[in-house]
């Protein structure tokens, strides 16, 4: 019986992924800050979270964050 083991980068990669699905830009990367996974590919991360993003459309989400949280 053979039994397949991941390699690290590859479940890093998969738990990324998941995460990347599930929680805001922001808190993705405020999570890799605290977790130091420094060692991930940061460019190509980047490339993938804000794939088609351009500056003015990162401006406007980052705008109606800001005053989401006025309000609250």
Do not use: W
Not at 25 to 39: D, H, P, T
Request: glycine content about 2%.
């Amino acid at each position: 019986m053979k039994i397949n083991i991941d390699k690290d980068p590859a479940i890093i990669e998969e738990a990324l992924q998941v995460l990347s699905q599930h929680l805001e830009q922001s808190k993705l990367m405020r999570f890799l800050a605290i977790c130091n996974l420094g060692s991930v590919d940061d460019l190509n991360l980047k490339e993938k979270l804000f794939e088609g993003e351009t500056v003015d459309s990162l401006y406007e989400k980052i705008k109606i964050l800001e005053d989401e949280n006025k309000i609250m």
